[in-house]
């Protein structure tokens, strides 16, 4: 085989595996598993106040982070897409923590006290604190 | 006596006004957005805190880290590059039913209707329009309705993907 041939084949090659790899880590790349990591505890009251006290502060502390977050359950609703959300009560009776979770976590009641793990992605003056993509954790 | 009488007329009328104002609330309404060209453009966020009250006031916040595409590299691009979600994480919009007029809040049915208002997201507030329908199911409405964003008008730079989104909104409220 010519010498100019076989380098022309090898850039190709590279060429061809490179382009696959960018395909797959666009098409590929999993979503955030929050079952995986390690997340902030704290009380569903405590993220309220830290919000409530200084939204910038807390953005920088829990924004786009895991939180395990145990309070009581004000009501459980599903949204539209089928995935169930739990309120979580603080000391305002208009705020609440609006949890999503991405799998059933099964029967979930008014009053109950529970952990959930999910990603925080921000704070609603006025109605609530999100965090969702959540699991149950006890 | 005369200013007592006078006084209760004007109490009872304002408690009157005041039990007639109704405002309906929901925190996971939905909003979603997709572009016509290219079809990885696409995301829902289900949790829009949105009220909307009888006298035309309509209100919509969220976080735009709430935005669920199907593709997890779109989605960090979404937020670093495009939206900027840890500098702006939310967005707001504040505005009125143009035809009041035309909307019974308390007869059911389903009412063509226009909303406007102030929108800010990316740290840029712009006014704009959008065409839907309330329905009136037992008393509760439900709202949906579709506009175009343009991403230059809030100095979104996402060129290389779409220059513009159709966003649909659909809230049911309590």
Not at chain 2, 105 to 125: C, E, M
């Amino acid at each position: 085989m010519k010498k100019w041939l076989k380098i022309v084949l090898i850039i190709v090659a590279v060429g061809v595996v490179a382009a696959g790899g960018l395909i797959a880590y666009v098409y590929l790349k999993p979503h955030r598993d929050v079952s995986k990591e390690q997340g902030v505890q704290l009380s569903a009251q405590k993220i309220f106040d830290a919000f409530k006290t200084n939204e910038a502060d807390a953005n920088t502390k829990y924004l786009d982070k895991a939180i395990e977050m145990t309070g009581e359950v004000s009501d459980v609703t599903t949204n539209q897409d089928g995935n169930v959300v739990v309120n979580f009560k603080t000391n305002d009776p208009l705020f609440v923590i609006n949890c999503t979770f991405k799998t059933n976590p099964g029967q979930l009641k008014p009053g109950q006290t529970i952990t959930f793990k999910g990603i925080c992605t921000g704070y609603i003056p006025d109605a609530n604190v999100v965090i969702n993509e959540g699991v149950l954790v006890k | 006596m005369k200013i007592f009488v006078s006084f209760i007329i004007a109490a009872l009328f304002l408690l009157n006004t005041a039990e007639a104002q109704k405002v309906f609330g929901t925190r996971n309404g939905q909003i979603s957005f997709s572009s016509a060209s290219d079809q990885d453009v696409k995301a829902v966020n289900n949790e829009v805190a949105s009220r909307i009250a009888d006298n035309g006031q309509i209100t919509f916040s969220l976080l735009t880290k709430g935005f669920k595409f199907k593709l997890a590299e779109m989605q960090d691009h979404f937020n670093d590059q495009y939206v900027e979600s840890t500098k702006f994480p939310r967005a707001d919009f504040k505005g009125t039913l143009v035809n009041l007029g035309e909307v019974n809040f308390s007869k059911d049915g389903a009412y063509k209707t226009s909303v406007k208002g102030d929108l800010t997201l990316h740290g840029v507030t712009k006014n704009i329009t959008a065409n839907g329908t309330i329905n009136i199911k037992d008393g509760k409405p439900s709202v949906s309705c579709q506009f175009i964003l343009v991403m230059k008008d809030f100095n979104i730079d996402a060129a290389k993907v779409t220059d513009k989104v159709t966003v649909d909104v659909s809230c049911q409220y309590q």
